[in-house]
């Protein structure tokens, strides 16, 4: 697997895009390089998976065929596995933003870090959409946002001197705050119990930082934030039956991931309710040469189960194959006695 | 057939009936009660759908499980009576539970 992250920003021209690597678009890499179609993966979380990886990496899975019972990691662990033969390029941590057509017919995206891709097809394979950090229904948050309110933290630096103030009890919350602590002028943890869900190691840190002064642990949550032009000053805080407020320039709410379609939604296809019509001979979208497979998509029928968008890529695969080799007919070949099929996946 | 009641945050009520051994999240979806959206489909890992349960049917609904608990910190506005509604298998004995559903799933 090749990872290209930030940084890399020359033009990549390819036969496949696929958007989203949950399980769906892993397995479209296998059903794609069996047909000597060549995949990037684009996906806005920092590792394949989608929602198994990310949602339910330890739950279990009862209904993938012949796997009796199998986690979100498990799957994902053995779709990486099983398309390693076709080394698919993974472009993790981010978002494309743009979908366009070339003169040419084939496809221009680009990654919200700038990243474009010249492709023949386009899979989407993006699940519920983008995963996108939840944002507190704080009245009039928005006016704080990207000026005192930050859901992520790409520059440490940028937090140095700060009054800052944590909400969630989570890892990322615990992390950031012992991250963030030699730094800050000041730092707080808001959470509304005193249990948190995070690597033990992490709670002891940061009890031991608020045992030594050196950072505040306020039991209850947040109900507003105060301020003017977009400047933070105060969050107010209710604990038990008290209320007050507490100074801070600086908000890093951190309760999770939610799922947005995000900018799918611009890319000039057919909708219905957020999801993208497809029909069940190609998988096709309204628009030649963009294919949607798994829980994004939608037909008569249509069941939002893993093992639906595992037969869906089959079948797209087919489709893609006839755009991206339009001279060639597919001969159909079984893995198990195809000789070439099996030089493909380096068994023989 | 135990019948459950949502409020909506604004006071508007929904009666929908549910089976026994379903989830009061299922009974919810299947009749498309707004502010339910059980993003996860019931896999206790989004905390999206976030009910506050009537008082007097606290003790009825039992207490939140350790993995509850922990999904609900990634929920807003938790009050001592905030339950997943996915975590909440319907009995008869759930027959007339009240439930209010929060102004946002976030």
Known sequence: MTDIGIGNTSTIETDAVIIGAGPVGLFAVFELGLLDIKAHL????????????????????????????????GLTDNLMEQI??????????????????LEDGRFSLVTDIGQEFITKVVIIAAGGGSFTPKRPPLPGIEAYEGSSVFYSVRQMEQFRGKNILIAGGGDSALDWMLNLEPIANS????????????????????????????????????????????????????????????????????????????????????LEENLIPVDTEKFATSEPGIFAIGDINTYPGKLKLILSGFHEVALMSQAAHHIIYPDQ????????SSSSLQKKLGVR | MPKITF?????????????????VMEAAIKESVPGIEAECGGACACAT????????????????????EDMLDFAFDIKPTSRLSCQIKVTDELDGLRVTTPEKQF
């Not at chain 1, 279990?60 to 012949?66: E, N, T």
């Not at chain 1, 390693?84 to 979908?99: A, E, I, W, Y």
């Not at chain 1, 007919?329 to 198990?336: P, V």
């Not at chain 2, 909506?8 to 929908?16: C, L, R, S, Y």
Request: glycine letters at 8%; aromatic letters at 8%.
């Open chain 2, 49 to 68: 759908c976030h009910v506050y349960v009537d008082e007097t049917w606290k003790a009825a609904t039992g207490e939140p499980s350790e993995m509850e």
């Open chain 1, 329 to 336: 007919t597919i001969r159909f070949q079984y893995t198990t």
């Open chain 1, 84 to 101: 390693k033969p076709f080394d698919p390029t993974f472009h993790l941590n981010q978002r494309v933003d743009q979908l366009n057509r």
């Open chain 2, 7 to 23: 409020i909506a945050h604004d006071g508007n009520e929904i009666t929908v009936n549910a089976e026994v051994g379903m989830t």
């Open chain 1, 187 to 270: 730092i707080a943890i808001v959470h509304r119990r005193d249990k948190f869900r995070a690597a033990p190691d992490s709670v002891n840190k940061m009890e031991a930082l608020v045992d030594a002064g050196r950072a505040k642990f306020h039991l209850g949550q947040i109900t507003g934030l105060n301020g003017t032009d977009g400047q933070l000053e105060n969050a107010t805080i209710k604990a038990g039956d008290e209320t007050f407020d507490y100074a801070c320039d600086t908000l890093l709410p951190f309760f999770g991931l939610t799922m947005k379609l995000g900018p799918v939604a611009d890319w000039g296809l057919n």
């Open chain 1, 42 to 73: 684009i996906d806005i979380l920092d590792k394949p998976g989608g929602q198994c990886a990310e949602l339910y990496p330890e739950k279990p899975i009862y209904d993938i065929p012949a796997l009796p019972v199998i986690s979100g990691q």
